[in-house]
């Protein structure tokens, strides 16, 4: 790896858990209250702002999520492709698991939780939807918040990089036939233009933009520039967005909560089972191939992180705002944090029992 691909990777991955990713369950909560709260107080200019829609795409949430995605996608160094031979064990557990594995479990874990063993607990006329958004977060894998993990296991920053950019672009070709094979499955009817139109809209055009974006930037005026400068312009912008989009959200979903919290915390079961059965594959599967611990770390890290951005868009794109499938997602953002913890204190305190790198991190 060049002189100047190492500073930018670590760049990248160097950057510690900061304020606002700490508290990330604390802020999900209070964003749960104010859009309760605010559904409840104001439910006519809340259902005015949920019929803003252009093919079933909400504008207010979709320019939202753009303002959440594009300034991440920015960073993302896609010259780090390069660099994927010599990392390509560490990339063949992160694909196949992100790939071949996360999806499907997923998928068999919400059938055996939410349509089998909760199911006497949940409406029945939401049980689909639930499914769907479980299978819709776990197929799509971390893009940013890898990095964090990576940083604070010790992992390898080069290598997160390169994860990072060969799982983006698998996104834009295997994230929509699988989410459709897997509803059409477990019987579950979604448009499929719509799911393809956000594919599109969420993963396609702000990922172009902010290649384009990055490529043009930093031979106008550097990386140091764009990474010191330009990217830190955009610091606290995609945090907004994403609890604007929440507080919106739950001010759709306030009657659901209120009538039955339960429901959180059951969605949430098979959501922790499933981050610690993704890390321990990857991680252990890592583990038997004698890969070395820098690299292991953010490869059990990235399947077990999910691009929440991206799922909370595609299940609202689907199946609306107040719907169980949304729901579902932002379950997802709110045992982020906490799960994501214990595993970096799991992989910290297991790093002697992997082989050293050549190169120390």
Known sequence: MSAQCEVTAKRAAGAPLGFFERWLTLWVFLAIIVGVAIGQIAPGPVHVLGNMEIAQVNIPVGLLIWLMIIPMLMKIDFAALGQVKQHWR????????????????????????????????????QIDSYIAGLIILAAAPCTAMVFVWSYLS??????????????????????????????????????????????????????????????????????DWFDGVFV??????????????????????GKTILRNPLEIV???????????????IGYGWAKLWKIPYEIAAPAGMIGASNFFELSVAVAISLFGLSSGAALAT?????????????????????????PRALKAV
């Not at 059951?266 to 321990?280: D, N, S």
């Open 90 to 125: 560490g990339i063949g557990v992160t694909l196949f698991v992100n790939w071949g594995v996360k999806p499907f479990s997923m998928a068999l874990l919400a059938w055996l939780f939410i349509r089998t063993l909760f199911a006497d607990y949940l409406p029945a006329e």
């Open 154 to 223: 010790d992992g390898d920053a080069g290598y997160t990089v390169v994860q990072v950019a060969v799982n983006d672009l698998v996104i834009l070709v295997a994230f929509a036939p699988i989410v459709a094979f897997l509803l059409k499955v477990g019987k579950v009817s979604v448009p499929m233009d719509t799911l393809f139109l956000s594919v599109v809209l969420f993963v396609v055009i702000p990922l172009g933009f902010g290649a384009i974006t990055r490529s043009v930037l930093i031979k106008r005026r550097g990386k």
């Open 232 to 253: 830190k312009k955009f610091d606290g912008i995609t945090e907004a967005g994403l609890l604007l989009t929440l507080v919106i959200l739950f001010s759709f979903q």
């Open 266 to 280: 059951l969605i949430a079961v098979p959501l922790i089972i499933q981050t610690y059965l993704i890390f321990a």
């Open 330 to 354: 932002v379950v997802g953002v709110l045992t982020e944090v906490p799960v994501m913890l214990t595993l970096v204190r799991i992989a910290r305190a297991t790093r002697n029992r992997f």
